[in-house]
């Protein structure tokens, strides 16, 4: 996987010039008799006091569902960045939902469209603003500012903005993350962003081991301890300890290959015990893992030999052919797609490869590397993903797609479908996979009634 990790050329997205156009903006509904609850921060006379007072500038909680997607079509790049600002600003907030909501909105943001001089200039101030959240907020705030430090760094990109970033924040995220006392769900989030971060930015390979020695202390808290125990039951902390592998998996894969050697010697014997986690999503967590450690193992040594090979190509059989009964359909559906997949990279060497259609353009996963690292920044970007495999060159140097591809606008618009077309389009599936229903149900009421 290349990374390159100067990044030292200016990057598209959007401009900070849209300074002075809030104010006009507000001048302008004013003077046209429009009531707007809009009042412009400058970063000059911005502070808290003010800032609790004015938490109606703009509802936070409607721009962190809907995201940037209505000023695209609507609206311009000045108002994007203007509603930013205020949404910088209303980290602030005395209120925690209003800071939690403003969090979103700024990440939501910049998971759906690129704004790398926007961000840039006020990178200081989102750290500062993440920090605060994660040192002095609760579950969800902490969960919203380690969601918005992922996506702050994959905007960024590897170079020294982001290392400042994992310098500032590393710390705290790994305090969370080793904190007994913490919220579950905010110390999982905090282990993803961590990895993500470490991922992009970590420039130090002692730093590097530090963090993935700081993973394993906590996924091998579910290893399997006693030798006549042949299920490994989950607790509230499985969902943390699976967080915790998968972000070890990705930092893994840029370990130099000594380090991987070592790494694969502590624990191939040891992680097949995850196997038998009555947890669904560990068991697909620990699979996948296993499925990279051999391909891993193989890059180095083409005649890489297991020794336990026959006892986990049965148990990775019987997972591919799961059919217990105690077990939800999905969960077990699931599970053997994931485990026939397995299967075949441990016992056959191969991968079945995946197309990902974004614009124009085609990628194809066609190893388990590239499937984890797409799987873990598609978790961070959601709906984003295909965006930024468009026009993010970080993730485009990483999956090895080239330079961005220049769209002229007329081809654009007719890529681009609007939402009323979308909601039309979902609505005739949906009723063309009723109807196919109905008429299978039909059948099957025939033939019971024929015998």
């Given amino acids: 996987m290349p990374k390159n990790k100067k990044r030292n050329t200016p990057h598209r997205g959007g401009s900070a010039g849209g300074g002075g156009s809030g104010a006009a903006a507000a001048t302008a509904a004013t003077a046209g008799g429009q009531h707007r609850n809009v009042q412009p921060f400058s970063d000059e006379d911005a502070s808290i006091e003010t800032m609790s007072h004015c938490s109606g500038y703009s509802d936070p909680s409607s721009f962190a569902e809907d995201g940037p997607e209505v000023l695209d079509e609507e609206g311009t790049q000045e108002d994007l960045e203007y509603k930013l600002k205020g949404l910088i600003d209303l980290t602030l907030d005395k209120s925690a939902k209003t800071r939690q909501a403003a969090l979103e909105g700024i990440k939501n943001a910049l998971a759906s469209k690129m704004l790398y001089e926007f961000i840039l200039e006020r990178r200081m101030t989102l750290t500062d603003s993440i920090e605060r959240c994660l040192k002095k907020g609760k579950s969800d705030e902490q969960r919203a500012a380690a969601a918005l430090a992922s996506v702050l760094c994959i905007q960024l990109g590897p170079g020294i903005e982001s290392e400042e970033i994992l310098k500032t924040l590393g710390p705290i995220l790994k305090k969370i993350i080793c904190d007994g006392s913490a919220s579950i769900q905010a110390r999982q989030t905090c282990a993803t962003c961590f990895g993500v971060c470490c991922f992009i930015a970590t420039d130090d390979i002692t ?170 920044f598609k978790e961070v970007l959601g709906s984003g993903m295909q965006y930024h495999l468009q026009s993010n060159e970080f993730l485009r140097n990483v999956f090895e797609l080239g330079p961005p591809v220049m769209l002229d606008a007329a081809t654009l618009k007719t890529m681009k479908i609007s939402r009323f077309e979308r909601h039309l389009y979902n609505s005739a599936a949906f009723k063309a996979r009723t109807k196919a229903r109905s008429k299978c149900r039909d059948k099957r009421a025939d033939v019971g009634e024929f015998f």
């Fill in 207 to 376: 730093e590097l081991y530090s963090t993935l020695e700081c993973f394993e202390n906590v996924f091998t808290k579910s290893y399997l301890k006693e030798k006549d125990t042949t299920v490994i039951c989950s607790t509230p902390n499985t969902v943390l300890h699976i967080s915790s592998l998968l972000a070890w998996t990705l930092l893994l894969t840029i370990c130099p290959i000594n380090e991987v050697k070592k790494k694969l010697e502590m624990h191939f014997h040891k992680l097949p015990s995850l196997l038998s986690c009555d947890d669904v999503n560990m068991r697909i967590a620990a699979g996948e893992s296993l499925a990279l450690l051999f391909e891993l193992a193989r890059g180095i040594e083409s005649d890489f030999f297991y020794e336990d090979m026959e006892s986990l190509t049965q148990m990775l059989r019987a997972l591919a052919t799961d059919g217990n009964k105690h077990r939800a359909k999905v969960d077990k559906r699931k599970q053997r797609s994931v485990f026939r997949d397995v299967l075949r990279a441990v016992e056959e060497r191969d991968f079945p490869t995946e197309t990902i259609k974004f614009g124009p353009e085609r990628m194809y996963i066609d190893c388990w590397v590239k499937k984890h690292t797409y799987d873990t």
